[in-house]
């Protein structure tokens, strides 16, 4: 008998996990980052199951025998919940389910539910809603009992039993309904959201002054626990997975005359449902408009190359393909081998080895962040007029002076500062400016 539908939850169910992998992938693991996702939402993992494929059964995903020994495994763990490390079809799913006599769900769906338990604020909730809907849309005719579909006179299960002339029953009308009603509701949550976002995006446009750096990483390698360092934020910082799906932007001063804007996001996490992509778009904004990207790896993680690859195949998807990027190796005080970080000091030689946890190689990446910040040093000579006090105030907090010289009514000043301030400098407008070396 299958079992209803009536939520996308898989909290305190006793999970299994099944990973299909095709032939000719790579990335063959133990399941554990989908242990920690399933652990994350709240399931008891009782068994693992794992399955290579030659090709994708259209019907069942793992294919008739699997899915029967995947039965089984059921019945002995008393399982309430099967979550696939992969994304299955309406289809699939109903199959499965059907065979498995319990609760089916995919990657994706896991995602979204713990996404639903983790948002705060409106926004976040509203984006998680949505995306939820829109993964949901098409699988009405799954997802609850009361949207089957009334069969043919003949109660035949043939394609054309159901929906023939006169055959239309109340099931088809509910399943209509339904799916007025969540596209309905899709609809009003992109209105809500479009005007949250415009406000997101003016208070980010409006941060045009200030040079802007965005962190970003895997889920729970550390974006949180730097910004901390950093700022004394004081935000929320777990060791769990998408511990916080909300952006927080701190004012950063690494050095003496350098106000720096940081900003934390939503962790990524291999194969992100692209219907989060999607909704959270807006909150990915701040990584569209900085000028660096501080990319914190977990050198801890086993799985560091795959996930380095996966945060960098979500930042194409955004948009951030060209955006300059300051890696970050985190963690390096819990880590176990030290040949890996090697290998990756190795391939990575421009990254920054730190622990945000202790502050070991926070210096170096002040140091690296005020490089970007300045984009190079140059020489430069300023002519103002003593009563202008805003030039030589710019001047003494973005640049070392080196040499001043006072007139009666002007002041020349020999400074060495960074070549990106010098339109800040120009804005000004002192009375005479001139590069001596640059």
Known sequence: MEKSRQTLTVRKGRAILVGALLRGSHGWDDLAELTALAESAGATVVDRFQQKLRTVHSSTYIGKGKTLELADRVKRFKADVIIFDNDLSPAQIRELEKIVETKVVDRSELILDIFATRAQTKQAKLQVELAQLEYTYPRLTRMWSHLDTVTGASGGPSAGAVGAIGTRG????????????????ISELRHELAGIDLRNLREIKGRKDFFQICIVGYTNAGKSTLLNALTDAGVLAEDRLFATLDTRTRKWMPARGVEILLSDTVGFVRNLPHQLVESFKATLEEAVNADLL??????????????IESVNQVLLEIGCGGKPVLELFNKVDVIKEVAPLETLQTLHPEAVTLSAKT????????????????GGDIMVRVTSRVADGKVQSFLRAHG????EQYSDSTVVLDVRMGQKQLPDLERLRPEKLEIVQG
């Open 170 to 185: 109340p099931g088809e009308q509910q399943l209509e309904i339904d799916r007025r009603l969540v596209s309905k509701r």
């Open 294 to 307: 501080l990319h914190v790896i977990d050198v801890a993680n086993p799985e560091v190359m795959s996930q």
């Open 359 to 374: 502050g070991l190689g926070l210096d170096e990446l002040r140091r690296k962040v005020i490089q970007h910040y300045r």
């Open 400 to 403: 070392e002076v080196l040499n």
